[in-house]
């Protein structure tokens, strides 16, 4: 599933293609997606100036002159820059195709991705308003994790994949964060003292950076996204190295479940 690196990796790449190209007309193969793409979203944006790729948590925010188109990639989809005349393939679903001759595919096999078309303040509509803060937001701080943690009993490493909490923290980055905040995961959240709540600020932006760096090293005229970041598990401490040694102490990394997710740690160094 593509994570919040994937998305920013795809942002990034898809920025130099898209801004300040017009969008010339939209081909809509399939409108069953998450939720159905509306009618008349190609005439509502034909024509008009794509004017900078944003993103919102998992969300790219394509801004228009009138309006935001709102992309999800879903569990499975991408978004790729190709030839407007490039033979479509099994699950490419639409097109915004650019006064370059380029297209902006999309590409889903199993349609959780989403396509919406909003003329208001993007960050205002419903699936966005109500989004915690990003992971690379000043308001995502230690005074802030800190306090939002006390009364939580639940497992940090659980709280920290909570959306409402953060966004963008996969299972992958959770366990890799952790490891380096040098907190067990099965501790409750209200046991985190402000210095642990600061090193795990720090943990979550450093790999989230780091697979956000990798990711943007492949890059070429597309981007990323197929939900196997094969580039940044070479750099991974814990994750899927159930038995191996930590890389710190020596120790078998071990492996646990936790909300049905595997977690991994090592036992000596996190506390
Ligand atoms: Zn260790």
Redesign the pocket.
């Known amino acids: 599933m593509p994570e919040l690196p994937e998305v920013e990796t795809t942002r990034r790449g898809l920025e130099p293609h898209a801004r300040r190209r017009r969008i010339v007309k939209v081909s809509l193969y399939e409108r069953r997606l998450r939720w159905p793409v509306a009618a008349r979203l190609a005439s509502s944006v034909k024509g008009q100036l794509l004017k900078r790729v944003g993103r919102r948590a998992k969300y790219l925010l394509l801004e228009l002159e009138a309006g935001t188109l709102l992309l999800h990639l879903g569990m499975s989809g991408n978004l790729r820059v190709v030839p407007a005349q490039a033979p479509r393939r099994t699950h490419d679903h639409f097109d915004l195709v650019l006064d370059s001759g380029k297209a902006l595919r999309f590409n889903d096999p199993r349609r959780f991705g989403s396509l919406i078309y909003t003329r208001g303040d993007p960050l205002a509509h419903p699936l966005l308003a109500r989004l915690a803060p990003e992971p690379f937001d000043a308001a995502f701080d230690a005074a802030y994790l800190h306090r939002v943690t006390r009364r939580r009993r639940v497992a940090i490493k659980q709280l920290l994949m909570n959306s409402q909490l953060v966004v963008g923290v996969g299972n992958i980055y959770a366990s890799e964060a952790l490891f380096r905040a040098r907190i067990a995961p099965r501790r409750q959240a209200r046991t985190l003292t402000h210095a642990e709540a600061a090193r795990l600020v720090r943990a979550v932006r450093a790999v989230l950076a780091q697979a956000i760096r990798s990711g943007g090293t492949t890059l070429r005229d597309y981007l990323g996204a197929d939900g196997a970041p094969g580039y940044f598990r070479q750099r991974l401490y814990v994750y899927e190295r159930a038995g191996e040694p ?1 890389r ?2 020596g ?1 078998a990394v071990r492996a646990i479940t936790q909300g049905q997710r595997s977690t991994y740690y ?1 036992p ?2 996190q506390r």
Do not use: D, K
Request: charge should be positive.
């Open positions: 930590c710190r102490c120790t090592c000596h160094c």
